[in-house]
């Protein structure tokens, strides 16, 4: 009987707008680690937490919280806009997020959400 993998992880690379883009995405027991790169380094960490308390819809919110890196709004905002539906089709689990991003367009967002989700390992 062969042993299944401690953690499931996915890679893809790929150009997203014209940038060349690299996607990894790791199921852990506890959470999904997402690292998104335009510039082949980490970058930004960013904690994305659902709320307990949910909206009015039943979907959990999200906080967001800088670990490492420079936290300004636009920082929270992507990581929502790129990582919600990971934590939502994950059972609601919390994401850490690695981002450095050359594209910050909504339509760069979007087009970033299809890699992260072609990576899907929850």
Known sequence: ?????????????????????????????????????????????????????????????????VLLGKDEPLVHVCAKNLVAFVSQEAGNKPVLLAMALKDKTMEGIQALREVIRSCQVW
């Not at 401690?6 to 996607?23: D, P, Y």
């Not at 199921?27 to 909206?55: C, E, R, W």
């Open 1 to 65: 009987m062969a042993a299944s993998p401690i953690v499931t992880s996915k890679r893809r690379e790929e150009a997203v707008r014209g940038v060349r883009t690299e996607v990894v995405c790791t199921a852990f027991s506890n959470s999904i680690l997402v690292v998104v790169t335009q510039y082949g380094k980490m970058g930004t960490l960013v904690y994305v937490n659902p709320d307990t308390i949910g909206d009015n819809v039943g979907r959990p919110s999200l906080s967001t919280k």
